[in-house]
DNA sequence: GCAAATTAATGATTTATTCAAG
DNA sequence: CTTGAATAAATCATTAATTTGC
């Protein structure tokens, strides 16, 4: 109603241009001083303020997920390197386990490739070989499961909290 | 090449998918077991290995630290011009290389060589309040990381505060 | 052709996670 | 275990597109 004001931001084509120039150009989430400097330049092509700058990349890099992700979710009919069935989940097998939590390994990918953890190789190779009676030590927090269709192992909530991992399991 | 036999895995939309989900729901370091089921499971939709299950969480998990400790490096030291592009940098920013300096758009530097730190706060409301100007704005001491200088914006440097945004984080 | 009504885009807020530090 | 800092996700709200009836 009041002509003088509009309740938002409405950006000028301009604006939005350099937008999204930057936004190819690869900035994602401008910290305060790139958002004050970006907010300077625009301004000369119309009223803008910072927040408007902030809350653009926001949305802007979540829609831009958002879109991708509806596309991968509606995939489910496409490239299916081996077999496509309904997810039976398989029943946990349990009594099985270890593996090389020390510390952290940034790019196992790449390192083990070339050569470097003994314990990578060996697991490039031969997996799950050791046997253990570790009574599952799942996931730490977060006792909602997932609503989607994970149901991969039984999350034994017995004792979980006071679960101790052995030292080789503990990378934290 | 050989379509028999890809020399790396090349997760599908609905692996990628389950493993996401199971990551935000909390999965950190699967042990073993885990990693067996969730081989087992995935492999309905795609080939893949266990060690591809292993390395994928190490090396989400080890993305997702970098990239905060990033964040925290900077903003304990001292704010940093933290540019966030992704890997693939743009080596020329075409037009819009920022710094309002592209003609028309140069008495926007007004603003910044103010050099004001800011403070967002509330939301909607007070948005980068300036606060006082700190002409001292590199860390006269203890620099232990050394500035990655990926400043694209010559300016700044100058000890610029960065925002709050406020979360509500009542009682947790 | 044009306006009211309906739908799609997108700016602005709120809420929930996340990792790290104390 | 609690708190701090910073998002990203989810949601609300308003503007623009478009559809539809006349």
């Known amino acids: 109603m009041s002509p003088a004001g509009s309740s938002r931001w409405c950006p000028t084509p301009e604006q939005l241009m350099i937008l999204e120039e930057m936004y190819i150009g690869g900035m994602r989430t401008p910290n305060a001083s790139q958002i004050q400097q970006i907010t300077a330049h625009l301004s000369l092509y119309g009223k803008i303020e910072g927040k408007n700058v902030f809350y653009w990349f926001q949305n802007h890099k979540a829609r831009d997920r958002q879109k991708l992700r509806r596309k991968l ?100």
Chains 1, 2 share one sequence.
């Open 73 to 172: 979710t509606k995939h489910h009919h496409h490239h299916h390197q081996n077999l496509q069935s309904p997810p039976p989940l398989p029943s946990q097998h349990s009594s099985i386990g270890f593996l090389p939590q020390g510390g952290e390994v940034e790019d196992a990918s790449t390192q083990m490739v070339t050569s470097k953890p003994m314990v990578m190789r060996s697991y490039g190779r031969d997996w799950m070989v050791m046997l253990d009676v570790v009574p599952t030590p799942i996931t730490p927090c977060c006792n909602t499961a997932p609503p989607k269709t994970l149901e991969l192992f039984p999350i034994t909530a017995t004792g979980l909290k006071d679960m101790h991992f052995p030292s080789s399991m503990s990378s934290n």
